[in-house]
């Protein structure tokens, strides 16, 4: 398999110049892009006031479209960034990658597309069906609302008809 970066970046980030991929492995049927942010910093979302002190790292995973009938997955390194606004009152804030996915979404935004469009157009079990078909590996509900469908607005669980 390629384990080139710029390949990767190409064929994965295309269109998108926030990222840089780090290195690609393949194991057990998934193949994972360990990728983080190309950029300096980041303006604050409160302040707008940018700053390039990094706070800290942490690790998201974003499953992707499936790439030859194997799963993908992005592990996305983000940084958080202290604010150097004394009168902001947000002291730290993360770098967001708007146009690979939406904050704390656990699919990129081309899966969560693909997800909506069978289920708009297929509606339930049948949607679910093809979806799991196509190797996407979430269910509808999940992709769209970004929670577990068997849990309402209030967290409660409903019961499941068999």
């Known amino acids: 398999m390629q384990t080139d970066g710029a390949f990767w970046d190409s064929l994965v980030f295309d269109g998108i110049d926030e990222v840089d991929v780090e290195a690609v492995t ?3 049927g998934t193949i994972e892009v360990v990728a983080r942010g190309r950029a300096a910093g980041a303006a604050c979302p409160d302040c707008g006031r940018f700053s390039d002190r ?13 790439l ?23 002291r ?10 939406a904050p704390h979404a656990r699919f990129t935004n081309r899966l969560n597309h693909a997800l909506e469009r069978v289920g708009l157009a297929l509606a339930g079990r ?11 590996g979430a269910r509808l509900g999940e992709s769209i609302e970004g929670r577990d ?6 967290g409660s669980v409903r019961s499941r008809r068999g």
């Not at 990094?54 to 499936?66: A, C, E, F, G, T």
């Not at 730290?92 to 996915?101: I, K, P, V």
Request: proline share 3%; hydrophobic share 45%.
């Open 92 to 101: 730290t804030f993360a770098e967001l990658f708007s146009r690979l996915a």
């Open 126 to 136: 049948a949607g679910a069906r093809l979806a799991a078909q196509l190797g996407f």
């Open 26 to 28: 393949v194991a057990f």
């Open 68 to 90: 030859v009938d194997q799963g993908f997955v992005i592990r996305l390194t983000v940084r958080r960034f202290v604010c150097g606004s004394a009168d902001c009152r947000r």
């Open 149 to 154: 469908p068997a849990t309402t607005r209030s």
């Open 54 to 66: 990094v706070h800290d790292r942490y690790q998201r995973r974003l499953k992707d479209l499936p």
